[in-house]
């Protein structure tokens, strides 16, 4: 089953693939990803077997290398789930002209 996921909650600075692996893939297979930095939501394709396995809520750690060690600040996230719709395609009208 395809199910798109509205996450939002994400800083800009993560606003990598790489970081939506560890929190989405547990639950479903990643197809496309699209970060918008504007409205600071990430709305991501994904195929699932069951649409209620995927959290509501959540955290997304990251790991931050300094002089003193490491820190692992997390932030607050929120994935809202809804069935996924191929997007509709409109062809513009077009006069045909025979030879």
Known sequence: MYVSLEIKGIPHHL???DCLKPRILPHCGIRTANFNST???CK????TKNMQSIPTKGRLATFYHHF??????TF????ATTSYTEPSVTM???S???C
Do not use: R
């Open 15 to 17: 606003f990598f693939y």
């Open 39 to 41: 409205s600071g939501v």
């Open 44 to 47: 991501v394709n994904t195929y």
């Open 68 to 73: 003193h060690g490491v820190t692992i600040p």
């Open 76 to 79: 607050p996230i929120t994935l």
């Open 92 to 94: 513009g009208t077009q």
């Open 96 to 98: 045909l002209s025979k």
